[in-house]
């Protein structure tokens, strides 16, 4: 059964901090790993979807590596804002084919808070 | 293209009730999903349609829940006898069959406390 893990937890950093979020996964058999941000109370954001054969993504001042080998995703943020705290969370498709084609499985999310 | 959306956003109930929540998926995507997420935790997958076709359900969906998504579009995810810890957040996303797996979008989620 696929776990994914994130750590750390949750994070504190000062305004314009460069930080890594980690995302680790058990079964290397994945399709895709997708980096989302959810604002309290709200639904999901999708930031970046790396699919098994890249090894990066970058959007704005994010960058999402994946080494599938070894079942670990990093998201790195550059010069941290406020706006930027929410929770984090990593999601992987695994590539199971049939009918489990295309369900995430999420980690437990980085609640991360940027400030002035 | 005006989003996966979701109705109603809150909903609170006594435990007993029977509560049905609607999804409407981006226009054009043929896959649905309906994952639940408690407090503190990621969200848990639930169900998944292609098309009409509901092609999975995990088992965290009890008999008590019953979803469908009649002629390919919308969906409905009803929960019957409501308990409190059914209290959570139920979201949708939707995705589109391109050749291969393409990137999930989600509702804002409906809110569920049952008391």
């Known amino acids: 059964k696929q776990e994914v893990t994130q750590i750390p937890a949750a994070l504190s950093v000062p305004e314009g901090e460069n930080l890594v979020l980690n995302c680790s996964f058990t079964?290397?058999?994945?399709?895709?790993l997708q980096w989302f941000r959810q604002d309290p109370g709200k639904g999901l954001t999708s930031l970046l979807l790396?699919?098994?054969?890249?090894r990066e993504q970058t959007s704005g001042r994010l960058n999402a590596s994946l080494d599938k080998s070894s079942g670990r995703s990093t998201l790195y943020i550059a010069a941290s804002q406020p706006g930027d705290s929410a929770t984090y969370l990593c999601?992987?498709?695994?590539?199971?084919?049939?009918?489990?084609?295309?369900?995430?499985?999420f980690g437990q999310g980085t609640i991360l808070t940027v400030h002035p | 293209d005006t989003g996966v959306s979701q109705d109603p956003r809150h909903k609170i109930t006594k435990r007993g009730q029977n509560v049905t929540f609607r999804c409407d998926p981006i226009?054009?995507?043929?896959?649905l999903y309906w994952y639940r997420q408690t407090l503190g935790q990621g969200p848990e997958f639930l169900t998944y349609?292609?098309?009409?076709?509901?092609?999975?359900k995990s088992r965290l969906l009890s008999d008590r829940f019953s979803a469908e998504r009649p002629k390919g579009s919308f969906s409905t995810l009803e929960i019957q006898r409501t308990e409190q810890g059914d209290s959570a957040m139920y979201l949708c996303?939707?995705?589109?069959?391109?050749?291969?797996?393409?990137?999930?979008?989600f509702g804002p989620g409906t809110r569920l406390t049952v008391t």
């Open positions: 996303a939707s995705s589109r069959l391109a050749g291969g797996l393409s990137e999930q979008y």
């Open positions: 079964d290397s058999a994945i399709y895709n």
């Open positions: 790396i699919q098994s054969s890249q």
């Open positions: 999601a992987v498709t695994p590539r199971g084919g049939g009918t489990s084609y295309g369900k995430l499985t």
């Open positions: 226009s054009e995507h043929n896959r």
């Open positions: 349609f292609q098309n009409e076709a509901q092609l999975e």
